[in-house]
């Protein structure tokens, strides 16, 4: 308006309903629906098969700190949408970007975002869609997410990683077995 570039008395007339609308990593749990938008869009303006999200690529996406907002969401979308090799995308098909970011440009700000409702966000996406039985999916990737941090912290020293997650060192011996990490550690 100083430069004379827009008319000060049209902003006026304009200017009327300020609406904030907080960045997307404010609100993560608009991520997984915007996603499966523009995956569905760019599907059917490329006329190809539109692409569905794994739960740990969705888990992704809900983490990454989307720096370019939504365009960037869109634009990851139309990515994988050329780019994955197969309908259901899996976190090794995520743009080069995101796969080699740092750790904590995954990690929700917490001051932002509680974890619950991110949990809370995929358990109702899943119920939506008929799921059943969804504890007995959920809980070994909820065990399996602890097990690999508190091995990491402990650098692998399983007996005090059972001590930080509160269990003996059989339980997490046998739970390393059930969920096929026995091998990993």
Known sequence: MRDGSFRED???????????LPPIRERREDIPR???HFLRRSAEQ???????LSPEAESAFMNWHW???????ENVCRWITVMA?????????LPP???ASPVSAMMPDPNTQDWRLLLGAVVRQRLAGGEEALLDKIQPLFERCLLEAA???????KQSAA?????GRNTLTRKLKELGMAEDT
């Open 34 to 36: 915007l996603a499966r």
């Open 67 to 73: 720096p370019g907002n939504v365009r960037q969401l």
């Open 46 to 52: 490329l006329d190809v098969e539109r692409r569905i």
């Open 163 to 167: 001590h930080k997650l509160g269990w």
């Open 151 to 157: 091995l990491q912290h402990t650098r692998g020293h």
């Open 10 to 20: 049209l902003y006026h007339r304009l200017n009327v309903i300020h609406i904030h």
């Open 85 to 93: 090799p197969t309908r259901e995308v899996q976190v090794t098909d």
């Open 97 to 99: 970007e995101m796969a």
